[in-house]
């Protein structure tokens, strides 16, 4: 299925639950869905994969009818949390522990059902229809109580009544971590019966503090142009004044803060938004300033906050080889990586191979094998649901605040329904229509919403361009990437490579929209683009020297075995999806037989290059082995 055939296929089923939902307005249940809305992976995989705890902001909520004086939830630390840690949760008093029994992390503490919306049809996004939310924030995470495997056995049990000296009363009690990060608003844990898809409410915490919500916090770096003489380091704060960051042996910048509000979020015109509505979560303030006369491909060091508010650690972080120079280039990409949670809690959305490409790529890093990283596409996807944003930037940290960590914007960035800006109507971003991605890494790019840029490190020229935005012919873009690549002088950087998120060519065709090969993959040709990287399809695949679907060369084997494109006399682009770093691995059709299809596999990990000016050498790392399991070389006779 085409791309612009898929985009009116994902538009009339969405009209068509919304035609359902005011055809009956009383509705109290999702079974008035039809099944073909209802079950289709391809209305529902990308923007809501649905479960029953991505639905809990659509059930009804009550209080337990329970009359148990026993009941109690406790926590580890009641108070002045820190930055990062894991709490304890303990429920006691239980008389009847049974497997629907769970416990909510709610933010902000507040959270309640009075200024929730009830126009079921605001919440037609969440793929159900029934009558009242559950709170107007929805829980950051939950986790049922039989995580505890003493918890349904009652091994930890308690006396609670004595009659005639025996025990009449007997109660259980179980404990579950949360790994808890500072989010800024107080939090408070609520322990519910009824599991995820009928909830009620049991018990809950007194509100719990953050020590410091003012704290600095989540810094990553990013590059500001192709000298690598100044670096832009991000960062996240409760606090509006601006801070500092030093660096360098007692230099100093001053921050520049930003925020964004509810407002900011999109609506389609009748809808409510995840982000508008009950995804929203304050993000705090976002500063950022510029670390200038550095030296290229030199290390040092950087903390960034305030004596008011505190500092960050001391991180020690490394400049990457300026443009044109003959250095060698050593970079990671991937795209599509979101997040995941420590403490295995239920989370709205989970890219389940995520910690094992972070935990690979930090590794390298701390080797001091890494120059760049570059992540084209579906950064965090928060779609809606803002807090998974701090989460994201904290699982990061450990790469993104030492090395220059260059984006690109994704579908669950950008993409809206209505008039929102991007190519494809569809709900994919939840209502943040690239805001909150803009905020928090801002790239250097010509103007807002305008997320195409282009950057030099060493012998490679990286022409990033956004696949959400208008790239037809004559329009802005296109005569952008048209000029920018133009302007290349080979002499210098005799490397091109050309990166955007949704694919040119993938095994999976209904991802690719023939419309944009059309109009793009000429220029790629034009000005003899080297290696195309794309991701959204959540897998590895590589092509051969590839166009208009026809292999115009093929790699030879060189003498250890690994495939070589010449492009000493260049026929076409090599192009490679590089979408496994993260969301749930996509399966090649058993058909998937084209013959520009060269390489193809579906495992978790990412792409290392190490370039100089005569080749690019690049291998897909298997994060959970840490095995190369495809290498391939680009080369140019001198």
């Given at each position: ?10 538009y009339?089923?969405f009209v068509?639950?919304?035609f ?7 509705s109290?249940?999702s079974s008035?869905?039809h099944p ?7 209305e ?14 659509r059930?009804f909520l ?6 148990n004086?026993?009941?109690q939830?406790?926590?580890s ?6 930055d990062?840690e894991f709490?304890?949760v303990?429920?006691?008093g ?9 416990v909510?992390m709610?933010?902000?503490?507040d959270s ?7 126009a079921?049809?605001m919440?037609?996004?969440?793929g159900d229809v029934s009558s009242?939310p559950l709170?107007c924030?929805?829980p ?7 995580n505890d495997r003493d918890y349904?056995?009652?091994k930890k049990k308690e006396?609670k009544k ?10 259980c009690?179980?404990s579950?971590?949360?790994h ?7 939090i408070?844990?609520?322990f ?8 009620c409410?049991l018990?809950?915490?007194n509100p ?8 600095p916090?989540?810094g990553?770096l990013s590059?500001?142009?192709s000298?690598?003489t ?8 409760g606090d509006?004044?601006p801070?500092?960051v030093q660096?360098?042996?007692?230099k100093?910048e001053?921050?520049?803060?930003t925020t964004?509000t509810?407002?900011?979020?999109c609506?389609?015109?009748t809808?409510q ?9 304050d993000?705090?303030y ?7 006369g550095l ?6 060091s950087?903390?960034?906050g ?6 960050s650690?001391k991180i020690?972080?490394k400049t990457?080889?300026?443009?044109g120079s003959?250095e060698?280039?050593r970079f990671l990409?991937y ?5 995941a ?6 989370e709205?959305y989970?890219q389940?191979g995520s910690?094992?490409?972070i ?7 701390d080797?001091?094998s890494?120059?760049s990283i570059f992540?084209i596409g579906?950064?965090?996807y ?11 930037l904290?699982?990061i940290?450990?790469v993104a605040?030492?090395v220059?960590?260059?984006t690109?914007?994704g579908?669950h960035?950008r993409?809206y329904?209505g008039s929102?800006g991007?190519?494809y109507e ?8 690239g805001v ?5 890494f801002?790239?250097?790019?010509p ?6 840029y282009?950057?030099e ?5 990286f022409?990033v361009?956004?696949?959400e ?10 005569e952008w ?12 950087t ?7 998120h949704r694919p040119m060519y993938s095994?999976l065709?209904s991802?690719?929209?023939n419309k944009f ?6 220029l790629l040709?034009?000005n003899k683009?080297?290696?195309?990287l794309f991701?959204?399809v959540h ?7 590839v166009?208009?679907?026809?292999c115009?060369a093929m790699?030879?084997k ?7 494109y010449?492009h ?8 490679a999806?590089?979408g496994?770093a993260g969301?749930t691995?996509?399966k090649?059709?058993?058909n998937a037989?084209h013959?520009w299809s060269l390489?193809?596999?579906?495992k978790f990990?990412?792409?290392r290059?190490?370039t100089n000016k ?15 399991e ?8 001198k």
């Open positions: 299925m085409e791309a612009e055939t898929l985009t009116w296929y994902r009339k089923a068509y639950v919304l359902i939902i005011f055809l009956f307005p009383c109290a249940s008035l869905l073909w809305a209802l079950n289709s992976s391809i529902h995989q990308n923007y809501t994969a649905i479960s029953p705890f991505r639905l809990l902001n059930r009550s209080q337990c009818p329970d009359s004086p026993y009941l939830i406790n926590v630390k009641s108070s002045d949390l820190s990062d709490m304890t303990t429920v006691s239980v008389l009847l522990p049974a497997e629907s029994d769970w909510a709610i933010s902000p503490s309640n059902l009075e200024t929730c919306l009830s079921e049809a919440y037609v996004q969440t009242l709170l924030h929805y950051v995470k939950a986790k049922l109580m039989s349904l056995t009652c006396c004595y009659s005639n000296g025996k025990c009449v009363v007997t109660t009690s179980g579950i971590k949360f808890v990060i500072n989010i800024r608003t107080d408070e844990f609520v519910f019966a009824g599991g995820f898809d009928t909830p409410i018990n809950r915490t719990i503090n953050f020590a410091n919500p003012k704290s916090l989540y990553h590059s500001c142009d000298t690598a100044s670096m832009r380091v991000t960062w996240v704060s509006k004044e801070q500092q660096y360098e042996d007692g100093s001053t921050s520049k803060v964004f509810q407002d900011d979020m609506n389609a015109t809808i938004s995840p982000a508008k509505d009950f995804g929203w979560h993000p705090g976002i500063h950022t300033a510029v670390m200038t030296r290229p491909s030199t290390t040092f950087y903390r960034y305030s004596d008011l508010v505190g500092w650690d020690q972080f990457p080889p300026a443009g003959s060698v280039l990409t795209g599509d990586m979101g997040k949670p420590l403490d295995d809690s239920a709205h989970i389940p910690l094992s490409v935990k690979a790529m930090a590794d390298e890093v080797n001091g890494v120059d992540h579906d950064i965090s928060a779609t809606g649901f803002l807090v998974e944003w701090d989460f994201f904290h699982q940290s450990p605040s030492r220059s960590y260059m690109a914007i579908n960035e993409d329904l929102s991007s190519v569809t709900p994919d971003s939840g209502g943040e229509c909150a991605y803009e905020t928090y801002p790239m250097p790019i103007a807002k919403d305008k997320p195409w282009s950057i490190q060493a012998g490679v020229h022409t361009m956004s696949t935005h208008d790239w037809s012919e004559n329009s802005e873009q296109y990437m048209k000029k920018d690549m133009a302007s290349v002088d080979r002499s210098k005799p490397w091109l490579i050309f990166s955007g095994s065709s991802s690719v929209n090969v059309d109009a793009v993959e000429p040709l034009d683009v080297d290696l195309a991701g959204h897998n590895y695949e590589r092509t051969c020297s166009y208009k679907q026809s115009l790699p030879t060189d003498a250890n075995g690994i495939d070589t010449d000493s006399n260049y026929s076409a682009p090599v192009q999806v590089i496994m969301f691995l996509d090649f059709p058993d037989d013959t390489i193809r596999i579906s990990g990412y792409l290059g190490n005569e080749e690019m050498k690049f291998e897909f790392v298997n994060s959970d082995t840490r095995e190369v495809d290498s391939f070389r680009i080369i140019k006779a």
